[in-house]
T-cell receptor, first 113, second 112 residues
Framework: DGGITQSPKYLFRKEGQNVTLSCEQNLNHDAMYWYRQDPGQGLRLIYYSQIVNDFQKGDIAEGYSVSREKKESFPLTVTSAQKNPTAFYLC????????????FGAGTRLSVL | SQELEQSPQSLIVQEGKNLTINCTSSKTLYGLYWYKQKYGEGLIFLMMLQKGGEEKSHEKITAKLDEKKQQSSLHITASQPSHAGIYLCGAAQSSNTGKLIFGQGTTLQVKP
């Protein structure tokens, strides 16, 4: 089945630690996105990539980093510089940037120990 | 910058009742998207509207985009417990940027 796979489903971070969230898609989509969702709030864009080896900052990129070495993979690293990382993280992808119907993974919930 | 405001923030309805969720933009919408989310899960795409006055339906859910393209409504007819969840509207910030912004979501509970 085609889709977007995020792993792990739950992740815990210790102080000063970097953690990496995985996002893999087999939909052959060019564009991929990372969002952060906090309780009672909508999604906020962290980073996005429209093509392999290229990515742009979204609205809340500070404390995060990404890479896009392969079309199907777009990992997100939450660095120690992100002081409030506890949130639900969602990855999405789209085939058509004009219509831009984004399809989402099941999410990763990150908590701080 | 463009903002999306959803109302109400939460809604509790009796099974079988109709309901409407609204999404209002501070600027003209280039595309309006409705998604549904179960708590702790990803978003499921429902519908996309692009043209002023456009209306789309899927099963018992109807979405409309007003003529001025600054407000959309999502209407559920004869609600069922399966309709419960969080409904989010999203919008393209401009044509062909590949970026969406989202409203804060409306939480729907349907009482059997």
């Amino acid at each position: 089945d085609g889709g977007i796979t995020q792993s792990p489903k739950y992740l815990f971070r210790k102080e000063g630690q970097n953690v990496t969230l995985s996002c893999e898609q087999n939909l052959n989509h060019d564009a991929m996105y990372w969002y952060r969702q906090d309780p009672g709030q909508g999604l906020r864009l962290i980073y996005y990539s429209q093509i392999v080896n290229d990515f742009q900052k979204g609205d809340i990129a500070e404390g995060y980093s990404v890479s896009r070495e392969k079309k199907e993979s777009f990992p997100l690293t939450v660095t120690s510089a992100q002081k409030n990382p506890t949130a639900f993280y969602l990855c999405a992808s789209t085939r058509d940037l004009f219509k831009n119907i984004q399809y989402f993974g099941a999410g990763t919930r990150l908590s701080v120990l | 910058s463009q903002e999306l405001e959803q109302s109400p923030q939460s809604l509790i309805v009796q099974e079988g009742k109709n309901l409407t969720i609204n999404c209002t933009s501070s600027k003209t919408l280039y595309g309006l998207y409705w998604y549904k989310q179960k708590y702790g899960e990803g978003l499921i795409f429902l519908m996309m509207l692009q043209k002023g006055g456009e209306e789309k339906s899927h099963e018992k859910i109807t979405a409309k985009l007003d003529e001025k393209k600054q407000q959309s409504s999502l209407h559920i007819t004869a609600s069922q417990p399966s309709h419960a969840g969080i409904y989010l509207c999203g919008a393209a910030q401009s044509s062909n940027t590949g970026k969406l912004i989202f409203g804060q979501g409306t939480t729907l509970q349907v009482k059997p």
